[in-house]
């Protein structure tokens, strides 16, 4: 059925760039808005960045404004996080998510989700 694989994650140190990827497969991919959720260790998974079913629009926490950029490209059901200037606190597995519901930061309003990608960030 509907599976969604992120992948990129790794180890960086602070300062420095990751690129993840989120394919998705069994489902209409353009009808869905793409989001990115990140878990701490020992913390609830928290919104990060949204982006609209036509890629037009995006919506972010106010944390993340200008270090992480969303986008999609639909042709290859594909959804990309690049995040830049990475900090430490930026540690954690990082999850992709469609919606029905269109461009929304809450968890709860995602439909399908994917396994998670490690993202480390060390000194």
């Known amino acids: 059925q509907v599976e969604l694989v992120e992948s990129g994650g790794g180890v960086v140190q602070a300062g420095g760039s990751l690129r993840l990827s989120c394919t998705a497969s069994?489902?209409?991919?353009?009808?869905?808005?793409m989001g990115w959720f990140r878990q701490a260790p020992g913390k609830e998974r928290d919104f990060v960045i949204a982006?609209?079913?036509?890629?037009?629009?995006?919506y972010s926490t106010d944390f993340v404004k200008g270090q992480f950029a969303i986008s999609r490209d639909n042709a290859k059901n594909t959804v990309h996080l690049q995040m830049n200037f990475l900090r430490p606190e930026d540690t954690a597995v990082y999850y992709c998510?469609?919606?029905?519901?269109?461009?929304?930061?809450?968890?709860?309003?995602?439909?399908?989700w994917g396994q998670g990608t490690q993202v480390t960030v060390s000194s």
């Open positions: 982006i609209s079913r036509d890629g037009g629009n995006t």
């Open positions: 998510a469609a919606s029905s519901y269109g461009l929304v930061g809450v968890s709860t309003l995602y439909d399908y």
């Open positions: 069994g489902l209409d991919f353009s009808t869905y808005a």
